[in-house]
């Protein structure tokens, strides 16, 4: 049986603490976070065992442990310094929720440091194991709708509705050295946003050539904010490949969530269809269920397709993800977001906020 540790139990930790439950392959053997009392009701929240050791350093609890798996849900500017102490100490299996790091040298650095240990990293994007967004891919890569030419990712983002989220758990987003991204911080491009770039790149499964971005600033966030990109030509394209991601504010907007009060919508169109993947972080709500409104659209041949019957609800992502790990950390599959390939999706991440900064489209190959 695996021995797994968590650091942080916070908001995020409701979810990505689900896949190890009633999981005969593993045990949740000690959390870390600073406020113990805390940590003692999300104990008896989960039903976990009760003499379970909480520790307020997660650098006591690394070293007193015997951890299999170690989950990492700690601030963005932790991530690195973390994730190379739990290598150094020869933790098997490393899961960082996402973003990866504040930079490509961290990111470096934390590659490095698991290379040497002969630990396995993977960077936490639950997003791409979402059962419907997962049927999309499937269907993409059979070429059921044909050669894919253009995604646009769309982040809608309400006022009112899901989770009560203390504003002293986001305190440090607004912070810019420990949050992330441009000078003045990114909270939504860099944090939010990292999904929507993981999915601009995995559901396509081909590399940026250049990326331009504008972003504004409302009431301290870098939002409302448009990113277009180009994929590198190939010829195994007909056409030129190209994708978007909006990030739209709605000050006024109740989202019905049970998680946070947003949600995503994504458009592709291909040589021979187009497919509406609808709904994300609110997969759940009154929505969801609706004849109207089905997880996935197609249109192809002159028809409408529906695709309905997914497990409808955002927790399932997270589940499935955990357990993927689990998988990967037993050697029966590989991480689906590997140190290098994170590494990628920062890369491009970054380079849209640079292309904010500057004014100017940013090229990859030299970002």
């Not at 963005?76 to 739990?86: C, Q, V």
């Not at 997962?134 to 989770?163: H, V």
């Not at 987003?173 to 000078?183: A, E, H, L, T």
């Not at 695709?307 to 990967?328: C, L, M």
Request: with cysteine; proline share 4%; hydrophobic share 40%.
């Amino acid at each position: 049986m695996l021995k797994v540790g968590i650091i942080g139990t916070g908001v995020i930790f409701n979810l990505n603490v689900l896949g190890y439950l009633n999981n005969p392959d593993v045990e949740i053997t000690c959390l870390c976070n600073r406020t113990i009392e805390k940590t003692k009701e999300k104990i008896k929240k989960f039903n976990l065992n009760e003499s379970i050791p909480i520790y307020s350093d997660y650098k006591e609890m690394i070293d007193k442990q015997d951890l299999d798996i170690l989950e990492i849900l700690l601030p963005h500017h932790l991530h690195a310094e973390a994730t190379i102490y739990a290598a150094k100490k020869g933790i098997k299996g490393i899961s960082v929720q996402k973003p990866m790091a504040l930079s490509l040298e961290e990111a470096n650095s934390m590659i490095n440091a698991c290379k040497k240990s002969g630990s396995i990293l993977s960077i936490y994007e639950n997003f791409v194991f979402d059962p419907h967004i997962q049927k999309a891919k499937e269907l993409i890569d059979q070429d059921y709708i044909g050669d894919p030419s253009s995604i646009r990712i769309k982040i809608a983002m309400g006022a009112k509705g899901g989770w009560d989220v203390p504003q002293s758990a986001d305190k440090w987003r607004m912070d810019p050295n420990q949050v992330g991204g441009s000078k003045k911080g990114s909270p939504v491009l860099f944090d939010n946003g990292w999904h929507a770039f993981t999915l601009g790149w995995w559901v396509f499964g081909e590399k940026i050539d250049k990326v331009f971005a504008w972003t504004d600033n409302y009431k301290g966030i870098d939002a409302p904010a448009y990113v277009m990109w180009k994929y590198k030509e190939s010829r195994e394209h007909v056409v030129p490949q190209y994708g978007n991601m909006e990030f739209a504010l709605m000050p006024e907007l109740m989202i019905p969530s049970n998680y946070y009060n947003s949600d995503e919508f994504i458009e592709i169109i291909a040589s021979r269809g187009l497919m509406r993947i609808n709904q994300g972080t609110s997969m759940g709500n009154k929505m969801s269920n609706s004849e109207i409104f089905p997880p996935i659209i197609i249109i192809r041949d002159g028809k409408v397709e529906t695709y309905s019957e997914f497990e409808k609800d955002w927790k399932y992502s997270f589940i499935n993800a955990t357990k993927h790990f689990i998988e990967v950390v037993k050697g029966k599959a590989e991480p689906i977001l590997s140190g290098e390939q994170a590494k990628y999706v920062l890369k491009f991440n970054l380079a849209a906020i640079k292309s904010a900064e500057l004014g100017k489209e940013v090229y990859l190959d030299e970002a």
